[in-house]
C-alpha cells in the first residue's frame, strides 16, 4: 500500500509542473494576443484603402494588367498557405492545412497546375512529410511577423504573376489564412488575391453606401498600377499574417487555458486516490496493531494458567 501511495504522489507532482507550465503559457499568449489585435486593427485600413485605390484605377481605365485582368485561360495558379512556427495551438494549423488541401483539390481538378508556397514549420512539416512540392517556404516569424517579412513572402509571388507561365509564372494567386474574429472564434479560409476581382470590390463598397473616388493618373493607369502592384500584395500579405498570428495565439491560449483546467481535474482526481490509499495504509496498521495486541493478550491469558 505504501508503493501505491509513493506512485500518486509522484503523479501529483508531475502533474502540478505541467500545470504550471501551461498556466505560463496561457498568460503569456494572452499577453501577445492582445499586441496581435492591436496590429491587424492598423493595418487593416491601409490595405482596405490601397485595395479601394486599385479598385478605383482598375475601373478607371481600359489597361490590361495583372493586378486586374482575368488570363483567357487560366492554367496555373499559385497557393500561399499560412501556418504557426509552434504548435500547442489546438486545430488552428490543422484547419488551415486543410483548407489548404480542399483550395488546391478544386484548382487541380479545374485543370489548373498547383504551386505551393508556405509559412510556418508547421506546414512545411506536413508537406514534406507527405512528400508533396513546395515552391518556396519561409519560417521564423510568425508570432510576431513584420512588414519586412511580408516583403520578403511576396517577392516571389509578384515576380511569378508578372511572368508567362510558360516561364513559370502562374495566372492568379491564393492564400490560405486564419481570421481572427474574436478571442473565442478563428476561421480558416481562402481567398484570391490575384487578379483583383473588381466587380466584387465595387459592389462591396456600394453597399456599405460608400462611393469610389475618381482619379486622375499620372502618368498612365498602367504605371500607376505597376506602382501598386507590390504594395496591394504585401499590405494584404502582411495584413493576413497578422490575423494568422493573432488567431495562433488566441488559439493557444485556449488549448493552454484547457490543458491548466485538465491538470487541476486531474490533480484532484489523484489526491482523492491518494487520500484513499493513505487511509487505508493507515487502517490496515490499526487492524494490524490491534490484532497484534489481541494475539499479546491471549497469549499472556493463556501463560497465567
Not at 478605383?56 to 489597361?63: K, L, M, R
Not at 473616388?213 to 504585401?234: N, T, W
Request: proline share 3%.
Amino acid at each position: 500500500m505504501g508503493a501505491q501511495l509513493r506512485v500518486y504522489k509522484r503523479r501529483i507532482r508531475s502533474v502540478s509542473a505541467t500545470k504550471k507550465i501551461t498556466k505560463a503559457m496561457e498568460m503569456i499568449a494572452a499577453s501577445r494576443v492582445v499586441k496581435a489585435q492591436r496590429k491587424v486593427a492598423a493595418s487593416t485600413p491601409y490595405a482596405t484603402e490601397l485595395t479601394r485605390a486599385v479598385t478605383a484605377v482598375g475601373t478607371g481605365s481600359n489597361t490590361k494588367h495583372p493586378l486586374t485582368t482575368q488570363a483567357e485561360t487560366v492554367t496555373r495558379s499559385a497557393v500561399l498557405l499560412l501556418t504557426s512556427d509552434r504548435g500547442l495551438a489546438g486545430a488552428f494549423n490543422s484547419n488551415a492545412i486543410k483548407a489548404a488541401e480542399q483550395l488546391t483539390a478544386r484548382l487541380e481538378r479545374e485543370g489548373k497546375q498547383v504551386d505551393t508556397y508556405i509559412v510556418g514549420r508547421r506546414g512545411v512539416a506536413h508537406y514534406n512529410f507527405r512528400e508533396r512540392k513546395i515552391t518556396e517556404s519561409w519560417t521564423g516569424f510568425t508570432d510576431d511577423p513584420t512588414y519586412a517579412d511580408a516583403k520578403n513572402v511576396a517577392a516571389p509571388l509578384i515576380e511569378a504573376i508578372e511572368k508567362e507561365t510558360a516561364d513559370g509564372g502562374v495566372d492568379e494567386l491564393h492564400i490560405v489564412y486564419t481570421e481572427f474574429v474574436s478571442m473565442m472564434t478563428q476561421s480558416a479560409l481562402g481567398a484570391r488575391l490575384l487578379p483583383l476581382s473588381l466587380e466584387e470590390v465595387a459592389e462591396e463598397s456600394h453597399g456599405k453606401g460608400e462611393i469610389l473616388p475618381l482619379y486622375d493618373f499620372e502618368p498612365s493607369a498602367e504605371d500607376v498600377l505597376d506602382a501598386l502592384l507590390p504594395r496591394y500584395v504585401e499590405s494584404r500579405i502582411y495584413n493576413s499574417l497578422l490575423q494568422s498570428a493573432a488567431s495562433k495565439h488566441a488559439a493557444t491560449r485556449r488549448a493552454m487555458k484547457s490543458a491548466t483546467d485538465n491538470a487541476g481535474e486531474l490533480i484532484e482526481s489523484l489526491t482523492r486516490l491518494a487520500n484513499a490509499a493513505r487511509q487505508a495504509e493507515i487502517t490496515q496498521e490499526i487492524s494490524e496493531i490491534v490484532g497484534g495486541a489481541s494475539a499479546l493478550a491471549d497469549a499472556t491469558a493463556g501463560s497465567d494458567y
